[in-house]
């Protein structure tokens, strides 16, 4: 028997007694493939592999080479015309006593695969939310199963507002439901502390290690409902990139030459689609 | 088209893309059924449809007497012989953008059964979790699928150890991973306010009802590290019933004949086995 339990696009379903269902016990990514291949793969790929660590679920470097292999000869990460996401979720899998884990965890690992969103050409409007985002001591950063802050923030945004800001019960801003947030002005970021996050996104990461490389300074430090206000701001994901936002709830926000400079080069790196410039 | 899907012992596996496996967007209940029958029904019930309330999920009275009908029907809850767990999921189903939830959803139900774990007949051993619980914002209480400080604390416990006993981040002791509190001194009890707890359990609640008309005072108070190394600790959930603990990490603790009796007279309330005297 293999230790770990594959699901691809059209297998059957998944039993009801998965831990992932029952206790929110895994992990999720989600991929965009784009015109030039994968995006931030590597980066995917550690973000999985040190939740898995942090949470004891026995899935290794090893394990992901297996599923890089079978995606590539099932061609799901090819660069290609259609753009499209792939999802990853990693659970304990079945068995245990209630919340104790069973001794021999066979962990699946399910793959499915989805149309990408289409990247926003112009400035987003956004919304202060006030369900707050708790990030949970010692997972924070993980991008575990556990996602029921972000579902109910998303239920108070409108169809036409692109994204919903969060707070700590602190009252300080966070992130998005489902980007991280940088303010830019001139050459400096700022960008929440990794510590303070409920997702430690993929592009944010990778942001804060080549940004200074091209002249920027990058500062972690918690940001204000003030901060944000302030204009300058960029929605990150690897799925849509850098989105600078044009306004938040009834306000208008500067979008500067910096901000969308920064957001097309952001675009550029990763292949994703440029803004109306 | 029926507007909830349900899940029998049997049923085909669960689609992959079920929100409440994507981000633990659901909530769950476990019925013990004894020699009596199911115990504590209603308010099992009524966890069970405030908390879909709470999250939006479009669950109400009718689909639940919909369930009960079609569960009395396959014999799931008849009292018998022997004891067994009959299990309760609930998912907001499939569908939504990203979080964003379905304009319509179709939430599923899955009902699966399993025999009952032996009701300890001695006080137990619990020790204290280095892991905290942090109870939700706007959802303390409800069972929802989120239950990940729970698995953690659960892997700190070795085999011989019952319980573990979990604080929040100002080093209350909230709860157990599966069980509430109560402290009992003569016809004084403590348990931790509600809205303090990650899940409210149905016999915590229902002891909060009753047992003023039994003569006992009950006070809703946050408990500490001292408070409950004092003794007369009672731990407390519907598949159990009550349990006096005997041990703390290593510290023997008093199992007073008040607690002995006010644990016993719960076990023959709910149909309980009782401890040996």
Chains 1, 2 share one sequence.
């Not at 990693?90 to 990247?119: E, F, K």
């Not at 001139?186 to 944010?204: D, K």
Request: proline share 8%; glycine share 10%; net charge negative.
């Amino acid at each position: 028997m293999e230790r770990v339990s594959w699901y691809w696009p059209g297998s059957p379903g998944i039993p009801a007694d998965d831990r992932g269902l029952a206790y929110g016990d895994g992990l999720f990514e989600t991929i965009r493939v784009t015109a030039d291949g994968p995006v931030l793969l590597e980066r995917h790929r550690d973000r999985l592999l040190s939740g898995a660590q942090a949470l004891g679920i026995p899935f290794g470097g090893c394990d992901y080479q297996q599923w890089l292999d079978e995606a590539r000869a099932r061609s799901l990460l090819e660069a290609g015309e259609t753009d499209q996401i792939v999802k990853l979720t990693l659970t304990r899998g079945s068995g245990g006593r209630g919340y104790r884990i069973p001794d021999q965890p066979q962990p699946r690992l399910l793959t499915s695969v989805m149309s990408a969103p289409p990247v926003p050409r112009q400035p987003v409007s956004v919304r202060f939310c006030r369900q707050p985002v708790s990030p949970a001591p010692g997972r924070a950063g993980f991008k575990t199963l556990e996602r029921l802050d972000q579902v109910l923030a998303s239920q108070e945004l409108p169809p036409e507002c692109f994204e919903g800001l969060m707070a700590d019960h602190e009252g300080r801003i966070v992130e998005g439901t489902r980007t991280n947030l940088m303010l830019v002005q001139g050459h400096e970021t700022v960008t929440p502390p990794r510590h303070h996050l409920a997702v430690a996104g993929t592009l944010r990461d990778w942001l804060v290690a080549v940004l200074p490389d091209q002249g920027y300074t990058v500062t972690e430090q918690r940001l204000s409902r003030l901060d944000v206000q302030g204009g300058g701001l960029l929605l990150l994901n690897s799925v849509m990139g850098a989105v600078p936002v044009g306004q938040l709830d009834s306000v208008s926000l500067a979008v500067t030459p910096e901000t969308l400079k920064l957001a097309q080069w952001i675009q550029q790196q990763i292949g994703l689609q440029h803004l109306d410039s």
